[in-house]
């Protein structure tokens, strides 16, 4: 498999990254099995393996220290934190506090003296970003971690983040890992013009658009999947429903398989370092690396730009980070006496 640079760290990744989050008890609870996944992973050319603390509530980061005995230093590894990790308030976030106490307890798990990408899961509204810049910037002063990115920051945080990184001579954040898939393209409008210009490198999850994209969901078809209990909404959109099965049909139009497509989709664009792949079982991942030699030629994407535009969302994903403001109305709606222009009467 070829490898592409990581933004401008000097680091080389594969184009396809092997994510675990199904590994463990919330999807593959069958440690060997899972240390298989990863060893025919390595074994095809992928040298990039991305987890977070709170996957399997810790229970992945073990099973992946476990299957990279012997083969750590091949091996691209990353990990993520800010999840909740215990009842205490304190045992999540993106605090110096926390950060400290995380990668300790990320670095025992993983069996390993450092990580190459330690990343901020989710946008912190709470914590000033220069507390969360000062601890990682510590940490790669100690050599416990080799890089240090984000995960599902908007745009305006990213620049924020470089910004404050250069007034307070703090490290940068090297890496950014949104969703993007040919149902989510909404970061071609802000976040992957963003990167380029600060010479990010961007690993992108859920390509295959939490299985939407592999052909798992259908319309009229009912599904045991236990994602619908984690992203219903997304995964019931009769617009993406509909939307998939012209996928479907362009594909096996094209000669392929829709996950080949969707995954030459998304390594493709040019601003994409890596995608993030996510099997829960060997025949998952044997399929996707099956497609890893896949052009896709101009008129096929042409037809792709016209089923879902560049810089749209057809369905949100419900996982993806939403900022406060969509959540909860109070945030953008004034007090009832202050919302008439004018005073009344």
């Known amino acids: 498999m070829r490898t592409r640079a990581l933004g401008r760290t000097g680091i080389q990744v594969s184009p396809y990254c092997l994510g675990t989050m199904m590994f463990g008890k919330l999807g593959n609870p069958d440690h060997e099995d899972c240390a298989r996944i990863i060893h025919r992973a390595l074994d095809a050319g992928v040298n990039f393996i991305d987890t977070a603390d709170v996957y399997g509530y810790s229970e992945t980061e073990e099973i992946i220290g476990k299957a990279l005995r012997g083969r750590r230093d091949n091996v691209v590894l990353a990990t993520k934190f800010n999840g909740v990790m ?192 996510g099997p829960r079982t060997l025949a998952h991942l044997e399929d996707l690396l099956a497609g890893a030699g896949v052009v896709l030629e101009d008129a096929l994407l042409d037809r792709i730009d016209a089923l879902a535009p560049p810089g749209t969302d057809i369905a949100t994903m419900d996982i993806a980070y939403r900022p406060p403001a969509l959540q909860d109305p109070a945030l953008r709606r004034r007090p009832a006496a202050e919302r008439a222009a004018a005073p009344a009467g």
């Open 86 to 277: 215990g009842q205490d308030p304190n045992r999540r976030g993106s605090s110096r506090r926390w950060i400290m106490t995380a990668v300790e307890d990320s670095l025992r798990r993983l069996r390993v003296d450092h990580i190459d990408l330690y990343q901020i899961h989710h946008p912190e509204p709470g914590t000033d970003l220069e507390e969360t810049l000062s601890a990682l910037t510590d940490l790669l002063r100690s050599g416990k971690v080799r890089a240090i990115g984000s995960s599902n920051l908007p745009a305006s945080e990213i620049v924020e983040g470089q910004w404050l990184a250069e007034r307070r001579g703090l490290a940068r954040l090297r890496t950014e890992q949104p969703t993007y898939s040919i149902l989510n393209r909404a970061i071609e409008r802000e976040v992957l013009p963003v990167c380029r210009r600060y010479g990010i490198g961007t690993l992108v999850w859920s390509p295959l658009a939490s299985g939407m994209l592999a052909g798992r969901y259908r319309k009229g078809r009912p599904s045991d999947s236990q994602r619908l209990k984690w992203v219903p909404k997304y995964l019931t959109d009769e617009r993406a429903l509909d939307l998939v099965e012209q996928l479907i049909a362009l594909a096996r139009e094209a000669g392929m398989p829709i996950t080949h497509m969707a995954m030459a989709f998304a390594v493709n664009h040019p601003d994409v370092t890596s995608a993030i792949i």
